[in-house]
């Protein structure tokens, strides 16, 4: 398999714009997190879908975040307009129903810089 | 608020040594885990111990839980200077697939 894939895996921006990052979880995983990295606040979770559907969004830091994942195999993070403060590197996570249970499997990361 | 503290934040021993890495948390769980990450890769997942559970072993790894004191320990046993990287406890709660992580412990292991 080949794991949770994430693209881009860099991201440079202009603050203002648009970003979208992208997520493919291991085939057949039902769980899809999307968390946020930074040096002072650690790893928080964003939101997480359950066979599609989002359950927790409250993660969410504000309305210039959105995520949608409109099938099995695909999520994006949006976030628009994008801010300095949002600098950080974004993870994505699957998760399989009933495996060891709660075994999270990570994809590499995008790192993203708004400027 | 973060649910699992990880202490201490930064570690550095000599390759053979052991190393022990704690993680505290504040609410009833049911289960906590273990991951690695090194400098610029994502989390990988070590080692699952559930709330029934009082010790688990995997390879160079063991893993106590204490509900009462609502602590765990990692333990990696003739550490290797591969195994330098950020270790973070996560804890889940309830029937979600939901963890909460703490922010980690710096491990650096000097050949």
């Known amino acids: 398999d080949a794991g949770v894939i994430q693209s881009p895996r860099h991201e440079v921006t202009e603050m203002g714009q648009e970003v979208t990052l992208r997520c493919k979880p291991i085939s057949g995983h039902d769980y899809l997190f999307w968390y946020r990295q930074t040096m002072m606040r650690g790893l928080e979770l964003l939101i997480y879908?359950?066979?599609?559907?989002?359950?927790?969004d409250s993660g969410m830091p504000e309305d210039r975040f959105s995520a949608k994942m409109p099938n099995a195999s695909f999520s994006t993070l949006k976030i628009q307009p994008s801010e300095p403060r949002d600098s950080a590197v974004y993870f994505c996570?699957?998760?399989?129903?009933?495996?060891?249970?709660?075994?999270?499997?990570f994809g590499p990361g995008t790192r993203l810089t708004v400027t | 608020s973060q649910q699992g503290e990880e202490d201490p934040q930064a570690l550095s021993i000599q390759e053979g040594e052991n190393a022990t890495m704690n993680c505290s948390y504040k609410t009833s769980i049911n289960n906590l885990q273990w991951y690695r990450q090194n400098s610029g890769r994502g989390l990988v997942h070590l080692i699952l111990i559930r709330s029934n559970e009082r010790e688990k072993h995997s390879g160079r790894l063991r893993v106590t839980l204490d509900t009462s004191k609502k602590s765990s320990s990692l333990l990696i046993t003739a550490s290797r200077a591969a195994d330098t990287a950020s270790y973070f406890c996560?804890?889940?709660?309830?029937?979600?697939?939901?963890?909460?992580f703490g922010k980690g412990t710096l491990l650096t292991v000097n050949p």
């Open positions: 879908f359950n066979n599609n559907v989002p359950i927790d």
């Open positions: 996560a804890t889940g709660k309830g029937s979600n697939y939901k963890l909460t």
């Open positions: 996570a699957s998760s399989l129903t009933g495996g060891l249970g709660y075994e999270q499997y």
